[in-house]
């Protein structure tokens, strides 16, 4: 028996046709309607700039499509908000309001025993009082809903229904063929390089570069046809897993990968008329509202589908955006993402990250370029830095390297007598570890700058002895800008633990 598709106007029907456009919602509100520096951390900070956004345009005669359309976007990001200290799912109220057929709520947690609130109800509530508080007054009467719960069952924690799209949720396990794919690519990108720029490579996953390789396609491609010939061909998927890593290494996506599922619904991912299947692509999962991108297909909207100018209808093929612009619709990190990622993986407290993410409260949730998520990392207590810069005290500057890195493994090695001696700027570096003497060489031009080559050599002595503790120092790579210095940073972690801080953070940890 096939399920009968409940009518347009019923309240699943309704219900779900805002779930579907929720993300797309949110995302209005944050690339288009409200400035660059509103803070989206999710929190009270957001709420009481979103509603003082509100009071301003109010009073700004902007259009009634315009401003309807604020209110729907506003709507959705408050009842998100208000979900994820409530707990509970979105709902839909019959009774008409403004001509609609009802509007969404949000139904807190069951276990609070409270009533649906309706966002657009307090939106207006807000424009009505304008106290500039109501979305905070809100949220601190569900929060001392919950809090009262927990003093009842201290273990208690609201339940949020998981929102598509928008709420973070787990990657799929690597597939064999994707992680045999990507292999292969890493394995011959030194000769993808040779191939496709004649070796003339200076900047390697920055994003300038991609403006190379889109030139690139096009001049090896006149149509779509052409390239869907070639696309299983050593360039086009080097160029495909160049494109994915660029945007992997700058903005932490992971590569995903979907088989063939004979069950799927046609159209589906799985399914065997889905772009989606059997390619490998860049996804962000574990953040909220990330991006995803296929790059066989950016690829290939680079070029037009015939041999002519146009599309057949007299309009030149356009495509929306360059390949640098990809970039624009992915999330980089934060310190909350950081936080949040070191939570799960069990290197770090909640309460930790707690008091991180308060001192740094002022840039928790702002974006992070690839060259500060290592610091972001020291930041958690999860590693280590060596200066770049000159520093007043080599010898001053090993014995403080050293000391912190010991104080990461919790006791299980000790450093003392950190000594540098010999040579005009001293060239021998000698410590004890666990009570046995360690020798280093070293090499100094100056009494300024540290030898980070020796760092890396040395940084291993202090990782816990293999059997009793599988954790280790990983030098940590990462995208580099130009004409800049950076520090060297080193991160302790399990091998596992450094697998998917690589995947997720778009690191290369070794």
């Known amino acids: 028996m096939t399920a009968e598709t409940p009518p347009e106007d019923s309240p699943p029907h309704l219900l779900q046709k805002w779930c579907d456009e929720l993300p797309y919602q949110i ?6 309607l409200l400035p660059e520096d509103f803070p989206f951390d999710y929190g009270p900070l957001s709420l009481d700039a979103l509603e003082a956004q509100l009071l301003e345009l109010d009073n700004s005669g902007q259009e009634d499509e315009k401003w309807a359309e604020f209110v729907e976007s506003a709507t959705a990001y408050l009842g998100e908000v208000l979900l994820g200290v409530a707990g509970g799912a979105w709902g839909w109220n019959t009774r008409p309001v403004d001509g609609r057929p009802g509007q969404p709520v949000i139904c807190p947690d069951p276990e609070l025993e409270l009533s649906p609130v309706a966002p657009m109800l307090l939106v207006s509530y807000a424009l009505r009082v304008r106290t500039g508080t109501a979305f905070a007054e809100e949220r601190a009467r569900l929060r001392q809903a919950v809090t009262a719960r927990q003093q009842a069952i201290p273990a208690w924690q609201p339940v949020k229904e998981h929102t598509p799209l928008v709420d973070p949720r787990v990657a799929r396990p690597e597939d064999p063929v994707l992680s045999a794919w990507l292999a292969e690519r890493s394995e011959g990108f030194s000769a993808w390089v040779k191939d496709a ?25 006149a149509t779509v046809a052409e390239f869907d010939t070639a696309r299983d061909e050593p360039f086009v998927q080097g160029a ?5 890593e660029v945007i992997r290494r700058n903005k932490g996506a992971v590569w995903q990968y ?4 004979p069950d799927a619904e046609p159209a589906a991912p799985g399914s065997r008329d889905s772009v989606w299947t059997e390619v490998p692509f860049v996804d962000q999962p574990d953040k909220r509202i990330g991006g995803t991108a296929i790059p066989l297909e950016c690829l290939r909207e680079l070029l037009p589908e015939g041999d002519g100018d146009g599309d057949g209808d007299g309009e030149p093929d356009e495509r929306r955006r360059g390949l640098k612009d990809e970039l624009f619709w992915f999330r980089a990190s934060t310190y909350a993402h950081v936080g949040a990622l070191l939570t799960r993986l069990g290197m770090v407290s909640r309460e930790k990250v707690d008091s991180v993410l308060t001192e740094y409260a002022h840039f928790a949730h702002g974006e992070l370029p690839p060259h500060e998520v290592p610091g972001a990392l020291e930041a958690f207590g999860v590693a280590i830095s060596a200066h770049a810069d000159d520093v007043d005290d080599l010898e001053g500057s090993y014995t403080s390297l050293l000391k912190e ?6 006791g299980a090695v000790t450093i003392t007598d950190v000594r540098l001696h010999g040579g005009e700027y001293g ?24 030898d980070h080559l020796a760092i890396s050599e040395f940084i291993g002595h202090v990782d816990p002895d293999p059997g009793d503790d599988t954790r280790r120092f990983y030098l940590a790579d990462f995208v580099h800008l130009r004409d800049a210095t950076y520090e060297s940073y080193y991160v302790f972690a399990t091998p596992e633990q450094a697998t998917v801080l690589e995947k997720e953070l778009g690191l290369d940890l070794r």
């Open 27 to 32: 995302l209005l509100l944050e690339r288009v």
């Open 405 to 410: 890195a010991a104080a990461l493994t919790d």
């Open 197 to 221: 720029f004649d070796g003339a490579w200076r900047w390697n996953y920055h994003p300038g570069t991609l403006d190379w390789l889109e030139a690139v396609v096009k001049q090896r491609f």
């Open 427 to 450: 060239e021998i570096l000698e410590f004890t570890r666990n009570g046995v003497p360690v020798t280093q060489d070293t090499e100094h031009h100056s009494f300024d700058y540290l």
């Open 258 to 261: 979907i088989p063939f599922d």
């Open 240 to 244: 495909c897993w160049y494109l994915g």
